[in-house]
């Protein structure tokens, strides 16, 4: 009654016959399955499609006729391969590709199952191809965890470009990189990828931590942070990395390296280490008195 409303009386009348046409085509294809006529499969294909596609046009009809036209000829959709899915399961899949509503290929349209498994968290990119009777090949690219971005109390799976994929959870990802704060997604690959000529460093980072999206901190598992300057992180980094080599800075009782000033590495101890400095400086300083008195 809508179409009938927004069109003239002609076009309502031509929709009434569009309805008698796919009708006519329903039991034509039903008659065809009766006669089970030997590898007649892409022929009729063809020939459905086009004569299904010319009633829908007319008559605005659904999937659902579309598919009890077909599925009598042998186009109802039985074989469906998957792959380059890791992350995605096959059952998932399936149930997206059958969300679209169609039952056999003549009414399955490629490029909105494609939108369809596009919107599912770890999918990229996907492919959809039809090949008849009733076989459908699917390619999928999913996207590749990078590190694990925490926000707030929220922890989620991001790939290189910074783009969020899923929650996190605790298992098979926690090897991934912890990077922390507004911008650090976006920001990580390039400090994540000059940090691999710091490898034995790099095993010691817990988190890489992101301050006003200019630049950043590393929080090493012992508790120390090293604060990096805005420009030029690494060279600065590299003066830790030797100092930490000839020293053992890193290990010792410190709670921060801060590196933001150019040319200078400040280094702060722990509130123990510190109180253990100032005993020793003043029994030092009694010394020194007493030297000096004799």
């Known amino acids: 009654m809508r179409e009938m409303r927004s069109t003239s009386a002609g076009h309502g009348a031509f929709s009434i016959a569009s309805r008698r046409f796919a009708s006519r085509i329903e039991q034509f294809g039903t008659r065809l399955s ?12 063809v020939l459905v499609s086009g004569s299904i596609g010319y009633g829908v046009v007319l008559g605005g009809h659904s999937t659902a006729v579309i598919d009890s036209v077909a599925m009598p000829l042998g186009f109802e959709i039985k074989v469906i391969d998957v792959s380059g899915n890791s992350e995605t399961s096959e059952i ?6 059958w969300a679209t509503g169609s039952q056999t290929l003549v009414s399955l349209d490629p490029s909105a199952a494609q939108d369809s498994l596009e919107a599912m968290p770890w999918i990229e990119r996907a492919s959809v191809s039809k090949f008849y009777p009733n076989r459908i090949g699917i390619e999928l690219i999913e996207h590749r965890p990078y590190a694990v ?7 989620t799976i991001v790939d290189r470009e910074g783009s969020a994929i899923v929650p996190f959870s605790a298992g098979r990802f926690d090897v991934l990189p912890v990077v922390v704060g507004e911008g650090a997604p ?21 988190a890489y931590v992101r301050v006003g999206d200019r630049r950043w901190d590393l929080a090493l598992k012992n508790g120390v942070t090293i604060r990096l300057p805005e420009d030029e992180p690494i060279a600065a980094l590299a003066e830790v990395a030797r100092m930490d080599r000839e020293h053992n800075l890193l ?26 400095r100032n005993a020793a400086l ?12 004799g």
């Open 251 to 276: 290990g010792r009782d410190i709670v921060s390296v801060d590196l933001r000033v150019d040319g200078r590495v400040v280094v702060k101890l722990t509130p123990d280490a510190l109180e253990r």
């Open 92 to 97: 998932d899949i399936l149930q997206t590709l």
């Open 34 to 45: 009766e006669l089970r006529l030997p590898r007649f499969g892409l022929i009729a294909g």
């Open 149 to 155: 971005w925490q926000s707030g109390e929220s922890f």
């Open 186 to 206: 976006e920001a990580a690959a390039q400090i994540l990828d000059e940090m691999e000529e710091f490898a034995e460093l790099r095993a010691s980072v817990k």
């Open 282 to 293: 003043a029994e030092r300083k009694k010394i020194l008195k007493r030297q000096s008195k």
